[in-house]
Structure formats: structure tokens, C-alpha cells
């Protein structure tokens, strides 16, 4: 059994981790409504401009395709692995390296795939690849629509250029503080609409149909990205409060046992210089 002063470090050594992880786990949970109000609000707006977009989509002909729609043979892939800056968040960037992991072995095998990062933890993991063609971890100092549009542009210009046949977006969909959903999405080429699509609008398009559908896609496709970002902002703050939760629980529980342990260790010592005491008496009385 350790002695008493190393037991008294330890308890000082857990309660000090248990005031970190508790004060991690309040500023995760400020920060964690903010963003959660961001993209609640950020959703409908969202599916709303897909939703109009497949729409207006449906109704053109087959010969005035946009050029982001056009399907090619996949030989080079672009995937956008989105994670955080910051660790002590459970599993929250692990499961997205996972994800690409999967990806490139599994679906993409055989194919060249290259990588486009957003969070350290991702730029991390992969760049031993040296498969990353980029690193915009700077942009959650700043997390802004125009901010998150230039690298959309990016991605939209190279996919036109031919530079990639196909780009998708693997991050964490937030569903609430304990949940977070690794979501792909396929970015480009623009998905074809499944299913039957109400084509009988009794609209007047002005300007032409052609030319509101292809301002609307770039749009579309900035709103889209925006929202993934925004959505793995929020998981994460979810995630580190969740883990963060954990972690105080478990320090307190650990430092109970500690002072459990402590207090049986006392108690030995104590009764033992008794004992001693006593016997000493009763040698000197003899």
C-alpha cells in the first residue's frame, strides 16, 4: 500500500484535473448553445435552396446540364475531411479519420485520392499521406459565410477544370450534445434528383430558367459546405462537453476512492503507533 504522502499527491494531483476538466466542460457548454442556435437556425434555409434547386433542376432539358452536374469516370477523388482544431473531445476526430480511412481503402481503392483538410486533427492524421493539397484549419478563428465561400470556390474550380472527378465532404452532423453523426456528402458532381419531382410549375422565370438554376447552384453548393462546417462546430463544443462530463465524473469517483483509501491508510498508522505505545507501557510496568 502507498504511503500517506503519496496517496495526499494523488487526491491533490485528481482534484486539480477534476477543476480543469469541470471549468472545459462549462466553457464547451456557452459556447455549444451559440453555435447550436447557428445551425438550427442555418437548416431550413438550407434545404429549403436545395429543395428549390432540385426543383427548378427537374424541369430543364437533358442538354442543358450544369457543368457542376456533369457525371465523369471517378479516377481522381477530392475528399474534404472536416475536424477540429483542439483535442479532449471523446471520439469526435477519430471517427472522421476513420471515415476516410474507409473510404479511400474501400470505396475509392484504386483510385487517386487526395485531401483537403479543415481542423488540425485532421491535417494531423493525414499529412503523413502527403496526399493533403490543403489546410484551412484557419478558418474556425473566423467561421464566416464569405470565409467558408472562397473554399468552396476552390473546390467548384477545380472540379470544372477536371482536376477531380469527384469531391465529397465527410464531418460530424450535430443531432444534440451527446450526438454526433459522421455524415458523407457527395459535393461534386451535384447528386441527380431520386425520385419523382413535381415539374408542372406554372411559373414565370425571369431571367430564364437556365440562367436561375446556374446562379443558384454555386449558392447551393457554398450553403451546403457552410452548413457541414457549421454542423461539425457545434458537434464538436457537444462532443467536449459530453467527454468532458465523463471525465469529472470519473475524477470524482477516482479521488473517493482515493480519500477512502487514504483514510483506511491513516487509520492503520494510527492504530499501529498505539499498539506500539501501549506495548511499550506494558514492557516498562514488567
Known sequence: MANLKEIRNRISSVSSTMQITSAMKMVSAAKLKKAQDAITAMRPYAD?????LQSLSATLDADSGSKFSEQREVKNVLIVAITSNRGLAGAFNSNIIKEVTKLTSETYANKNVS???IGKKANDALKKSKKVIANKSEI???LTFDNVAEIAQML????????YDRIEIVYNRFKNAATQIVTREQFLPIVPVEG???TNLDYIFEPSKLEIVEQLIPKSLKTQLFKGIRDSFASEHGARMTAMHKATDNATELRDQLKLTYNKARQ???TNEILEIVGGAEALNN
Do not use: S
Open 48 to 52: 429549403k435552396l436545395t429543395e428549390l
Open 115 to 117: 485531401y483537403l483538410v
Open 140 to 142: 474556425f478563428d473566423d
Open 156 to 163: 467548384m474550380d477545380k472540379f470544372v477544370e477536371g482536376e
Open 196 to 198: 419523382e419531382v413535381n
Open 268 to 270: 492503520a498508522a494510527i
